[in-house]
């Protein structure tokens, strides 16, 4: 089946204590890219990668780090993780950019940071 | 730039009755529009997508928008609401100046269904 997988789906940690979500596909795609969904605020854009060792900023990278070392893996890294950084995560991915295309999405990561 | 506004943040309506969610873009190039939909608990699914071809697009689960470009507007309908449409809705816009790798999505309207 072809999918988008995030691990952990829920976590609670504590401030400062570095972080990585996982996300992985099965589509071979090449861009893939991490939200965070906050209420009221809708899904803004962290980091997106056109293809491996490529990557860019969204609209609020500050905080986050990420890589693309493999065409299926774009882990999220929270280096040292705040209260502000609370909120529901999605890794998408889709095929080469054009505006036809269309994201998959993964189930969500809910990080609660005390 | 390009942006997204949903007009309503909450919509209620009756089962059977029909639903009508609004969307406002800003785009500086001709956009691509997107309604996503998302059921608690769950990641986002598309519903239905624009592209510069049909300006009336059909989607799943007997949804449609109209994209007006006079009006800049791409409104999501439904003739007759399901229970199993209670979920939140999003627009999204993409556009050729950021080379469609930048989604701009709305905060999103919820919609309730009574029975």
């Known amino acids: 089946e072809a999918q988008v997988t995030q691990n952990p789906r829920y976590l609670i940690t504590v401030t400062g204590k570095k972080l990585t979500v996982t996300c992985s596909q099965n589509?071979?795609?090449?861009?893939m890219s991490w939200y965070r969904q906050d209420p009221g605020l809708g899904l803004r854009q962290i980091y997106y990668?056109?293809?491996?060792?490529?990557?860019d900023k969204g609209d609020v990278p500050e905080g986050y780090k990420v890589s693309r070392k493999e065409k299926r893996n774009f882990p999220l890294i929270l280096e040292s993780p705040s209260p502000n950084q609370t909120s529901l995560y999605f890794c998408?991915?889709?095929?080469?950019?054009?505006?036809?295309?269309?994201?998959?999405f993964g189930a969500g990561s809910r990080l609660t940071v005390l | 730039a390009q942006s997204v506004t949903q007009l309503d943040s909450h919509v209620s309506v009756s089962e059977g009755t029909p639903v009508l969610l609004r969307c406002n873009y800003s785009s500086s190039y001709s956009p691509s529009l997107f309604w996503y939909v998302q059921h608690p608990n769950k990641g986002l699914q598309l519903l239905l997508k624009?592209?510069?071809?049909?300006?009336l697009v059909k989607g799943i689960n007997g949804f449609e928008a109209e994209f007006k470009k006079s009006e800049t507007s791409f409104h999501l309908t439904k003739p007759s609401a399901h229970m199993s449409d209670a979920a939140e809705y999003f627009c999204?816009?993409?556009?050729?100046?950021?080379?469609?790798?930048?989604?701009?999505f709305g905060t999103g309207t919820r919609l309730l269904v009574s029975p």
């Open positions: 998408a991915s889709r095929p080469p950019s054009s505006g036809a295309n269309v994201l998959t």
């Open positions: 990668s056109m293809n491996v060792e490529v990557t």
């Open positions: 589509m071979n795609h090449e861009y």
């Open positions: 999204v816009v993409s556009s050729m100046n950021t080379g469609f790798q930048k989604l701009v």
């Open positions: 624009y592209t510069s071809a049909a300006t």
